[in-house]
């Protein structure tokens, strides 16, 4: 046995989909099973509203601040950015990173309102890249029965509409897509699958990606 390869680091799991997929619900059960097993493990989620440039976006979603579309982009890749080191230093000391929202949610989001891709996609170049995207497939009708929206900004069925179509065009064949209507302990069953088949790879020392 490699020495090097036995000394592993963490994964960095995305999860990713339309507003009330059942992302957060599924990254808690996620977070408690892997933590149960005795993996060392954090939950994460972006947007981070708890720092400076968390609170403006805080404040954007909820409708309290305007800002051009280009701006808030901007703000929540910089939300990344501000946690970039921080991610690495965890994924590298052995920590797997279960992450509500990433680039994609950036890119899907922002393009959804008729920003350029490729300008969306610029600012998110350099932070880590995932280890394993997982997709919570859901039609933007079915989410919006799901106890109706909240009052945040993004949740309109026909933005969500837009939305679904820029993460389609987003999706590539390593994104692991679950059925997000399923029972909640289903999606949770499969969700595990695919995550520990990624966290077998990761311990087989497969290196980190920027
Ligand atoms: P959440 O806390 O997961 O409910 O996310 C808040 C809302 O912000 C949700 O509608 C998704 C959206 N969102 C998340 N990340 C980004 C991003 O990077 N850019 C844009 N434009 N929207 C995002
Ligand atoms: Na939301
Ligand atoms: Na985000």
Redesign the pocket.
Known sequence: ENKESSSSRGALIVLEGL?RCG??SQSGRLYKYLDEQGHSVESW???D?NTGVGQM?SSY?ANKSQLD?HA??LL??A??WEKRSLMEEKLKSGTTLIV????Y??????SA?GLDIEWCKAPEIGLLAPDLVVYLDISPEKAAERGGYGD????QLEFQKK?AGSYLSLRDSSWKVIDATLLIEDVEKKLREVVLDCMMTCHKGKPMSQ
């Open positions: 507003d992302k957060t989620r972006f947007p509203r976006i979603l579309d808030i982009h929540f890749s939300n990344r509500d929202r990433y680039s949610s950036g890119v899907a989001f922002s309102k945040e900004r993004y949740e939305v």
